[in-house]
């Protein structure tokens, strides 16, 4: 830590005045490093996590760069959400708030275009996402000509998000003699191929990972069957019964169907994804914010735009698919001196080789834990409520309390039966509707497959003319869907398909994981073959005589 407080970084009054107001007097590491080097005009490529303060830290000498008597853009700031860049707009006009001649406009989808081209008629620091950007170049109500310092918040996400193209014709479109900013909380190739292209000898700084403070989380993993997932998060919520949790999914779809499927468990859950509608978006971030909403189950992109403190658990539904990102999730929790748990779902030893290879960038240990039974769950509902009861009778009680239970007394009602009646009505508890999971065993061995095990399979769209080969496409299942390759069939190639088997109960999460995946750089589509197509054989392409050209493509046309 650098210990460096704002008073010793040389800004104005009207700014260390602003940054007081705000609350901040020592500069976190981000700050303290990014400030002083911004402010020499050197293009900027940092790393640091969220909740370390960047805002501040690229704000201040946004701030700075603004002239008094110059009324055009002069620094554009890009953020990959709405969320993102409102937030990042209130926080800079926080910064500017003693120095009126500073003209904020934060502009995005969702939002009236007639308020933001009147706000960007005297704006002179713009803040918005890079489609919403791009719309306004094409309109000719936002003129760049005389941009000084482009800021990239978040730049992985917007990349994540496909934002890329828009990146570049924006950071082509600024002035020669400018000053590009990126921060990001990881840093993958895409981030050092933008840098390349577009910053000039860029000075990189990186947060020391043994600076993110880790050591208030303990972080846990459980080994799941993959259809099971979903019930093993209802009986891991169950369990713990965490204050505030956040469950991160990789899809917007599963988002959706955790959300749905926990609310009618009976938990206080809302999702959030970037499909979302602005005003519904809004309502759920402040709900949770406030603790109206106790769970929140997010992508990682929604989740950038919620900064709470106080989270006593994140669960990673699904395993983050940048080694970073695993760091950047459970840094959410154990912030602030408070503890926090940080539980990872995993389908078969491919995944728990994976997490146990992101953890160690945390260099602290990752633990099995069994997946708690009916019975754990209950015994622990138990040891609960005796606590709360025991804390309660630390209190008189109420005279008027005391009268009633008198009263049931006199009635001829024992003293045993009225507490225990009392507790069935102010702690109902009900695991009916729970059921024990059939997990592995606690060595992570799996039972063999059986010869009569159901299997079922799928047709991806890539084959031999794309000079694919099995242990492409098996490598990608395994590492995707997370499962064990001695539990799938044979891949059959054909020239412009392939078959892939795999065991019937987990085709549908297999599928579901192989979305979006590229196997040899093309993209793929996934679709189930038919029931009465299992039985059909399908001749390997190398040792097949050539195929009669379009069958492949009528029956399984990419």
């Known amino acids: 830590m650098t210990n460096q407080t704002f008073s010793q970084l040389a800004l104005s009054p009207e700014l260390l005045e602003a940054v007081t107001e705000m609350g901040f007097t020592e500069a976190t590491d981000i700050q303290a490093e990014s400030i002083p080097l911004i ?49 990042c707009g209130e926080e800079i006009r926080k910064l500017a708030h003693h120095l009126p001649y500073v003209k904020v406009a934060d502009i995005f989808g969702g939002a009236d275009y007639r308020g933001q081209f009147r706000e960007l008629q005297s704006a002179n620091l713009v803040i918005g996402t890079p489609g919403r950007i791009m719309d306004h170049m094409r309109r000719g109500t936002l003129d760049l000509s005389h941009l000084k310092l482009v800021i990239l918040d978040e730049a992985d996400e917007m990349l994540n998000m496909g934002f890329r193209e828009d990146i570049e014709v ?74 505030r949790a956040l469950i991160f999914s990789n899809t917007k779809t599963m988002v959706d169907e955790l959300t749905e499927r926990l609310s009618a468990a009976g938990f206080s859950v809302e999702g959030l994804h970037g499909d979302m509608k602005q005003l519904q978006r809004t309502t759920v971030m402040n709900g949770f914010r406030k603790g109206r909403v106790s769970i929140l189950v997010a992508t990682d992109v929604a989740a950038r735009g919620i900064d709470v403190s106080d989270l006593d658990y994140v669960i990673n539904f699904d395993i983050p698919k940048e080694p970073d990102s695993y760091v950047h999730r459970i840094g959410r929790t154990g912030r602030a001196g408070r503890a926090g748990t940080a539980i990872t779902l995993c389908c078969g030893r491919a995944q728990v080789l994976q997490l146990q290879r992101l953890a160690a960038r945390t260099r602290s240990g990752i633990d099995a834990i069994p997946l708690p039974r009916v019975s754990d769950i209950e015994q622990a509902h138990r040891e609960r409520t005796l606590k709360d009861l025991e804390r309660a ?22 003293p045993e039966r009225i507490a225990a009646t ?109 029931e009465q197509q299992h039985r059909k054989k399908v001749v390997h392409c190398a040792a097949a005589k050539p195929q009669k050209k379009g069958k492949a493509h009528n029956t399984y046309g990419a």
């Open 39 to 87: 402010r020499t005009g050197a293009d900027v490529l940092a790393r640091s996590q969220t909740g370390t303060g960047k805002t501040v830290a690229f704000g201040i000498p946004a701030v700075e760069r603004i002239l008094a008597d110059a009324w055009n853009v002069q620094v554009l700031v890009l953020s990959p959400t709405r969320e993102l860049a409102h937030q």
């Open 170 to 243: 924006i950071l082509q479109d600024v002035p020669a003699d400018r000053q590009i900013v990126l921060f990001s909380a990881t840093i993958p190739e895409e981030i050092l191929t933008i840098a390349q292209q577009f910053q000039r000898s860029p000075i990189r700084i990186e947060i020391n990972r043994e600076q993110i403070t880790l050591e208030n989380i303990r972080q846990v993993y459980v080994e799941v069957p993959p259809r099971q997932k979903p019930e093993a998060l209802t009986l891991l919520l169950h369990y713990y019964q965490p204050r």
């Open 393 to 414: 009778m630390e209190s008189d009680p109420l005279p008027f309390h005391t009268e009633m239970v008198e009263e049931l007394i006199r009635r001829g009602h024992t």
């Open 422 to 530: 009392l507790m069935g009505l102010s702690y109902l508890h009900d695991t009916l509707a729970l059921k024990d999971l059939s997990v592995p065993t606690a060595s992570g061995k799996k039972a063999k497959v059986q010869e009569h095990r159901p299997m079922a399979a799928f047709v991806i769209n890539i084959g031999s003319a794309n000079r694919v080969m099995d242990r492409h496409i098996i490598g990608a299942v395994t590492e995707r869907a997370g499962i064990s390759s001695r539990d799938m069939g044979k891949v059959q190639i054909s020239e412009s398909f392939s078959t892939v088997r795999v065991p019937a109960e987990v085709l549908e999460d297999v599928m579901l994981a192989m979305r979006g995946c590229k196997i040899c750089g093309k993209p793929i589509h996934v679709m189930p073959v038919p």
